[in-house]
Each structure stands twice: as C-alpha cells, then as structure tokens.
C-alpha cells in the first residue's frame, strides 16, 4: 500500500504563486508515476501535471503550460507543484495521485491506483 498526504494549498489572489507538495509513505519503492489532478465544484476530475518514475519526463495540461511546474525527490518520496500566475479558474481541490505499475498514459485518472485527500486551492480575482 501506498498513502499520499498533500500540502501547500491555501487562499490565495489572482496572478499569486502557491506550491504543493505531496508526501508519499508504506511502499514507496514500488510507485512509478506521479501526477497532480484537480476538480472544482460540479466538474469533473482533470489532469494538471505528471512526471516520469525517474523524474526526466514531465507531462502537463495545456491550460497551465509554462506556469506550472511538476518536480519529484525520490530520495525523500516527495512531489511538488509549483504553480504561478494563478487564475480564479483554477480554484479546485487538487490531488496527488501515484501509479505502481507501467503505462504508457499519463493523463488519465483510472490510471494512478493510489490518491490523496486532496489540498483546497483557492484563487480569489
């Protein structure tokens, strides 16, 4: 089993940064993956960001492109995202989400089998 625990959310106003970490514990050597999702109120879950197990791929939504930046320590079983310029849009719970296993795909949800509970986010204009 695997548990993620995030961090860093918070209130914050337009065009603010904010960065979140997420802190993986139990069987750490098994994940692969890594991602951040994200759902506002009555939307659905959305990919935001992924990196690769050994941390040299990164993956992000078009949406957040040159404002968001994924980075993982594997020696310290960590993922952070550094988010800039902030947009109210972008207030939502975000999650961080962990895969122990293969798989060519990273902006899908069914993809990660483990999840955290999730940071509030929220991005006043």
């Known amino acids: 089993q695997v548990q993620l625990v995030e961090s860093g959310g918070g209130l914050v106003q337009t065009g603010d940064s904010l960065r979140l970490s997420c802190a993986a514990s139990?069987?750490?050597?098994?994940?692969?993956?890594m991602g951040w999702f994200r759902q506002a109120p009555g939307k659905e879950r959305e990919f935001v960001s992924a990196?690769?197990?050994?941390?040299?791929?990164?993956y992000y939504a078009d949406s957040v492109k040159g404002r968001f930046t994924i980075s993982r320590d594997n020696a310290k079983n960590t993922v952070s995202l550094q988010m800039n310029s902030l947009k109210p849009e972008e207030t939502a719970v975000y999650y961080c989400?962990?895969?122990?296993?293969?798989?060519?795909?990273?902006?899908?949800?069914?993809?990660?089998?483990?999840w955290g509970q999730g940071t509030q986010v929220t991005v006043s204009s």
């Open positions: 989400a962990a895969r122990t296993y293969y798989s060519v795909h990273y902006y899908y949800a069914p993809d990660y089998n483990y």
């Open positions: 139990g069987r750490t050597g098994s994940i692969s993956a």
């Open positions: 990196i690769s197990g050994n941390g040299i791929s990164t």
